[in-house]
Structures are given as C-alpha cells and as structure tokens.
C-alpha cells in the first residue's frame, strides 16, 4: 500500500516551454506531498512542501513563480515548471507521508527525467 | 538544505563482503531513515530506527544510532551484486516541517 504514481518517467521540452509532473496516491490521501529535485550524482534536494487545498511552502533559493506547484486534492499535487531552461534539466521526485512502523513515514513517486533543449 | 554528511562518498568492494555507510545529521530528531535509489529511480524505504533506539536490524541490513554523536551506520552483510545503487539517511528536522531532509548519500558499488 501507500503508492504515490508519478508522470510523466520522464520529459524532453524545448526552452521556453512549461512541463507539468503529476504525483497521484493511489491507495491513501496525502495532505502534504514534497517535492525534490536531484542533479546527477547529487542527493535530494528538497524544493517545496504542498499542502492539499493551501499555497505551497517553498525552500529558500527556489523561485515559486517558476515551480508552481498545485495541491488541488488530497491525491494529486502537480509541479509545473514554466519557461523551462537548460539549467531546469534535472530529476524531480515526489513524495508523500505515511504513518509507517507506528510513526511517519515516507513514499516516494518513481520521478520524472526533466530534458530541457 | 541537507542535514548533513554521509561516508564514504563511494564505495566499491566484492561480492560476499560486508558494506558500512556512516550519517551524521545536525539537529534534534524522532527517528532516522535510510533509503535507497538505484540509478535515475526513485527511492526505496530500507529501514526507519527511532530516537529511543541504538540498533536495528532486518535482513542482511544492521543500522546503528547514535544520537550523543548524531550519528547512524548502515551496515550491509555479505553484499551481492544487485545492492549496487546509493544510499541516503534521511531525517525530519524537528523545527522545520515534516519534509524529509536528505544526506548526501553512498555510493555503493559491488562488483561479482
């Protein structure tokens, strides 16, 4: 249980252009869904918090007009990158939380390839 | 933000050996998780040890708490070729939200 289904696995867009991820839980609601972006080789880095039916809580040096990020319901948040640029190629991953061994825990979407050319 | 350092950076060792990542993390926390990613996938839940406890174990996987020193290991015993992928701690930053805050992960490679 506790699936978080993310799309697209991965995405090539022009510069310029804007891409949407989507991150589902299939099989519980989520709240709250976090969002990271990971360069290669690098470790997660988290980008912003969402909470179902607010405004996202975005992480210092992440520019919100750019990842809008939308929490509509209590199983589907979306991250839009708008304007995409060479430097928004990346990994983006989702994640949500779930109560695990008696205390939270963590699921993950399979995250999504970004390609900016 | 990151909550802190994991060592080595990478490792490489042979099939049958045992593989030890250490964690350290910088604020106070409930528990400590450690995570798996093979490469350009999402992350797997290996194994979560509470603030309250100094070891755990499930399979071939021991993990180890210290929270004097802010600090966690993993262990993996007689390794095999498909544990190739890297391994982050992660932890929840007891004043900052409930984001998952990661290390900055082992590479572990394990050759046959």
């Known amino acids: 249980g506790a699936v978080v289904s993310q799309h697209p696995s991965w995405v090539i867009c022009k510069s310029g252009t804007s891409v949407k991820i989507e991150c589902r839980s299939l099989?519980?609601?989520?709240?709250?869904m976090f969002w990271y972006r990971q360069f290669p080789k690098q470790s997660l880095m988290l980008m912003a918090t969402s909470n179902e039916g607010s405004k996202a809580t975005y992480e210092q040096g992440v520019e919100k007009d750019k990842f809008l990020i939308n929490h509509a319901s209590l199983t589907l948040s979306t991250l839009t990158v708008t304007s995409a640029h060479p430097e928004d190629s990346s990994f983006y991953i989702c994640?949500?939380?779930?109560?695990?061994?008696?205390?939270?825990?963590?699921?993950f979407g399979s995250g999504t390839r970004l390609t900016v050319v | 933000s990151q909550q802190g350092e994991e060592d080595p950076q990478a490792l490489s060792i042979q099939e049958g050996e045992n593989a030890t990542m250490n964690c350290s993390y910088k604020?106070?926390?409930?528990?400590l998780q450690w995570y798996r990613q093979n490469s350009g996938r999402g992350l797997v839940h290996l194994i979560l040890i509470r603030s309250n406890e100094r070891e755990k174990h499930s399979g071939r996987l021991r993990v180890t708490l210290d929270t004097s020193k802010k600090s966690s290991s993993l262990l993996i015993t007689a390794s095999r070729a498909a544990d190739t992928a890297s391994y982050f701690c992660a932890t929840v930053n007891n004043q900052a939200g409930t984001a998952l805050i990661f290390g900055k992960g082992t590479t572990l490679s394990v050759s046959s």
């Open positions: 604020t106070s926390i409930n528990n």
């Open positions: 099989d519980f609601q989520a709240t709250t």
């Open positions: 994640s949500a939380r779930v109560i695990r061994e008696g205390s939270y825990g963590y699921t």
